[in-house]
């Protein structure tokens, strides 16, 4: 798949934003703990990439109710869906400067079409040294989930399947989408939400 830029300044992709607060002295006391001076951009993506992958835990894998949307609350709660830990893997990444993007897939929301569809988030990072966005989906691992940090062939959470209506989704969007937002903005029950209340399509 062509990937399609939002923008074409790679500065859009390391702003910050309420979702994105990656001034925030939790994010900053992270990312002093997980990064150095010698790392090159590839070691500190992968770092945060394992990290939020293997160390925040996925609401509905561990039946949370808690809904987490800002990267520090994320971090602070250790727990968000995929919309939640997306945002704290882009505050890590774009505190470093590295730009990082928001990628969608739209995924069946279990095993067959009948129980519906859901928009699933994932990221894209630019690394230059091999000049070239590179998609990491931080969502979690467990069975029948194996998503690995890989610059040449993509390892991701989910393979989409076309013909039961799945989508990859070319846009690398330089915020988190605006439904995105609003559905964890809108819900108290992160189980009640996922199960009823993501949105289905862009």
């Given at each position: 798949m062509k990937m399609i830029c939002e923008s074409g300044r790679l500065s859009d992709y390391v702003c910050e934003s309420k979702e994105v607060d990656y001034s925030h002295p939790m994010i900053k006391e992270k990312a002093a703990e997980l990064f150095h001076s010698s790392q090159t951009e590839m070691d500190k993506a992968k770092i945060a990439f394992e990290f939020v992958r293997?160390?925040?835990?996925?609401?509905?894998?561990i039946q949370s109710k808690r809904v987490t949307c800002h990267a520090s609350d994320v971090l602070r709660f250790k727990e968000g869906i995929c919309y939640a830990k997306s945002n704290l893997f882009a505050a890590l990444l774009r505190g470093e400067g590295i730009p990082t993007g928001f990628c969608y897939q739209r995924?069946?929301?279990?095993?067959?079409?009948?129980?519906?569809?859901?928009?699933?988030?994932l990221n894209a990072v630019y690394l230059s040294s091999v000049r070239k966005w590179v998609r990491l989906d931080a969502r979690g691992n467990k069975e029948g989930v194996n998503a690995q940090f890989s610059i040449h062939k993509e390892r991701l959470a989910f393979q989409v399947n076309e013909r039961m209506g799945e989508q990859d989704k070319p846009m690398i969007y330089t915020?988190?989408?605006?439904?995105?937002?609003?559905?964890?903005?809108?819900?108290?029950?992160?189980?009640?939400?996922?199960?009823?209340?993501?949105?289905?399509?862009?």
């Amino acid at each position: 798949m062509k990937m399609i830029c939002e923008s074409g300044r790679l500065s859009d992709y390391v702003c910050e934003s309420k979702e994105v607060d990656y001034s925030h002295p939790m994010i900053k006391e992270k990312a002093a703990e997980l990064f150095h001076s010698s790392q090159t951009e590839m070691d500190k993506a992968k770092i945060a990439f394992e990290f939020v992958r293997d160390e925040i835990s996925h609401s509905w894998d561990i039946q949370s109710k808690r809904v987490t949307c800002h990267a520090s609350d994320v971090l602070r709660f250790k727990e968000g869906i995929c919309y939640a830990k997306s945002n704290l893997f882009a505050a890590l990444l774009r505190g470093e400067g590295i730009p990082t993007g928001f990628c969608y897939q739209r995924l069946m929301l279990f095993d067959t079409p009948d129980k519906g569809y859901c928009i699933h988030a994932l990221n894209a990072v630019y690394l230059s040294s091999v000049r070239k966005w590179v998609r990491l989906d931080a969502r979690g691992n467990k069975e029948g989930v194996n998503a690995q940090f890989s610059i040449h062939k993509e390892r991701l959470a989910f393979q989409v399947n076309e013909r039961m209506g799945e989508q990859d989704k070319p846009m690398i969007y330089t915020s988190p989408h605006s439904k995105t937002v609003a559905v964890l903005n809108g819900h108290t029950d992160a189980l009640k939400m996922y199960l009823y209340h993501l949105p289905d399509d862009l």
